[in-house]
């Protein structure tokens, strides 16, 4: 899968492992995030580059980290079309894809640690939607997804 990927200054080390992480599975990580430890990038730097690559269909979803995961979250969830969620959990991260159909995951460098991080974005890059659920369940959620778009055409002027 290819995935638009960022993290800034305070997520920093834990995102290059899951970089790799990630790489070491198969994917293709854009990465438009902090390159270096000198070149140290702020959360409101770098949540623009991948809610438009995710908006512009050149990557399939999107994964972003600061030190909390909120931070980046708030940011993305400004972009008409994209829908963040901040996960600490794989059960979380799973069902931020499975039931909110979420393109962007968020991720805090301060509160996962390592192995914790690779369960999550593990859990969220093989959901599928609605997954696990009743056909009645994928109804509801489906139709509760096609209001959030609706709600976000009334209020994204």
């Known amino acids: 899968m290819r995935i638009a990927f960022a993290c800034e200054v305070c997520s920093f080390p834990l995102m290059q492992e899951v970089k790799q992480h990630l790489l070491e599975r198969g994917h293709e990580v854009v990465d438009l995030g902090m390159q270096s430890p000198d070149k140290p990038l702020v959360f409101y730097e770098i949540v623009p580059r991948v809610a438009k690559a995710v908006l512009k269909g050149e990557a ?87 209001r959030v778009r609706e709600i976000e055409t009334e209020n994204f002027k």
Request: proline share 0%.
């Open 60 to 146: 399939e979803r999107g994964i972003l980290a600061c030190g909390t995961g909120m931070g980046v979250c708030i940011i993305a969830n400004k972009f008409k079309g994209i829908y963040a969620g901040v996960a600490e959990s794989a059960t979380t991260a799973r069902l931020h894809y499975v039931v909110n159909r979420a393109n962007i995951l968020c991720l805090g460098g301060w509160v996962v640690g390592r192995l914790q991080a690779f369960d999550i974005v593990d859990a969220y890059l093989n959901a599928r939607i609605g997954e696990g659920f009743s056909e009645e369940r994928r109804r509801v959620q489906a139709a509760g997804f096609t």
